[in-house]
């Protein structure tokens, strides 16, 4: 910290507007990939014994197929079988279009697309398509981001099926990252790191909780990619999500900044806290709190572990330091999955008896909530391997150097 804000209020402070492009370091998600993604459904498929699963616009279906669809009230479905080839149901004045992304999908350009016209009932084609791979009962697993107008109209076109949820094959197959997918969260995490880094070094007394946002979001578009950041200041920054209250930012101060930015179609999502010159001792003394319920947790990951163990050993931590029971201070869980979803499968929490597995990426973020006063989260993402748990970027270990040497 310490550079002068800049005068005019569009323009970056001189470590942002530093910053380059970084579009050239992503290697983007490729046909062969998808390929073993849906290989691996249809593994899952016959484990589940469910024999095909619906999928309308979204992260799944970008996951399995690359096709990125904006939901009408249109059916557009993609139906992956446990046998057999995928095949599409799409409005037929939109199928040139569905086809050209098909492209990277299992199936490619030749798969079997059902097209219907605006006068005509599209869900029994999904029937159709289900009885052209010789199934006419059975059980059909249901993503669980289809809307109830689609899944229920499929329902009933469709009476010979048991609609069951396809959560165990997306997130089967979704929650274990493969080192293609590791790498672009790596880039996201380098890419959020650097940003807050250099907004660190922007923040003077005077500057608002909103000009930080913006001149982060503004840096967001110069490395190239999407991405934004919620600053919450002194009493805000104990409202785990904070504010929409305009703040100011003093001498003394204690910040927030959480969020992240998505590479190649994968998130990061980091949180840091600091203060505007010197902490109190009473900051310092949550901090250090937190700090090792951060670290314990990822101590504590390791293949084979409940997710619900990692949550609890954070949690003593905190309790043990006076401020729990419970979620008395510490609000929330610990963390969350990652990966094409800011927040997707699984979850850090109580009651959750999900094993750790290699590849599984999460975040890790502890907080104490003083209201009134102040918060403090640390948060990084972190993944599972052999030997435990390994995170993405390195911990922040003092309010004082939130990002080590300046």
């Known amino acids: 910290m310490g550079q002068s804000a800049p005068t005019n209020q569009s323009e970056l402070p001189p470590a942002l507007a530093a910053l380059k492009s970084r579009r050239g370091e992503v290697v983007p998600i490729g046909a062969e990939e998808r390929v073993a993604r849906f290989a691996r459904a249809q593994e899952l498929m016959e484990r589940e014994k469910i024999d095909a699963i619906a999928l309308i616009g979204g992260t799944s279906l970008v996951y399995f197929t690359g096709v990125r669809w904006w939901n009408s009230e249109r059916l557009f479905v993609a139906v992956l079988p446990r046998k057999g080839a995928p ?70 076109a469709t009476p010979g099926f048991e609609q069951v949820s396809a959560t165990p094959v997306t997130a089967g197959c979704r929650a274990r990252k493969s080192a293609a997918e590791l790498k672009l969260m790596q880039l996201a995490n380098d890419i959020t790191l650097a940003i807050y880094k250099a907004a660190w070094k922007s923040i003077v007394p005077g500057v608002t909780n909103r000009q930080v946002s913006e001149w982060i979001g503004q840096a967001y578009e110069r490395v ?63 901090f250090d709190v937190v700090q090792k319920a951060q670290l314990t947790a990822l101590k504590t990951a390791r293949p084979g572990v409940e997710c619900q163990a990692i949550d609890a050993a954070a949690r003593k931590v905190i309790d043990d330091a006076g401020f729990g029971p419970g979620y008395a201070h510490f609000t929330h869980r610990l963390g969350h999955g990652i990966g094409m979803d800011g927040h997707e499968w699984p979850y850090l929490v109580r009651g959750n008896t999900t094993k750790l597995e290699t590849g599984m990426s ?45």
Not at 92 to 103: D, H
């Open 362 to 406: 999460f975040s890790d973020e502890p907080g104490v909530y003083l209201r009134g006063e102040f918060g403090i989260r640390l948060e990084d993402d972190w993944y599972v391997t052999e030997d435990g748990g390994r995170m993405f970027t390195p911990p922040q270990m003092s309010l004082e150097l939130p990002f080590g040497a300046a």
């Open 87 to 156: 095949f599409y149901v799409c409005p037929a004045f939109e199928e040139e279009r569905a086809r050209e992304q098909m492209k990277l999908a299992p199936g490619g350009r030749e798969s079997r697309v059902y097209a219907w016209n605006e006068d005509e009932n599209p869900y029994v084609l999904v029937a159709k398509g289900l009885k052209d791979l010789g199934l006419t009962t059975g059980r059909l697993g249901v993503e669980e981001r289809v809307t109830f107008v689609f899944s229920d109209e499929i329902r009933r």
């Open 224 to 286: 190239g990619f999407e991405g934004d950041a919620s600053c919450q200041v002194d009493a805000y920054s104990a409202l785990p999500h904070g504010s929409i209250e305009p703040q100011v930012i003093t001498e003394g101060s204690i910040l927030l900044l959480d969020d992240g930015c998505s590479v190649g179609g994968y998130e990061s999502d980091i949180t840091r806290c600091f203060v505007v010159g010197k902490p109190t001792d009473r900051m310092k003394t949550v």
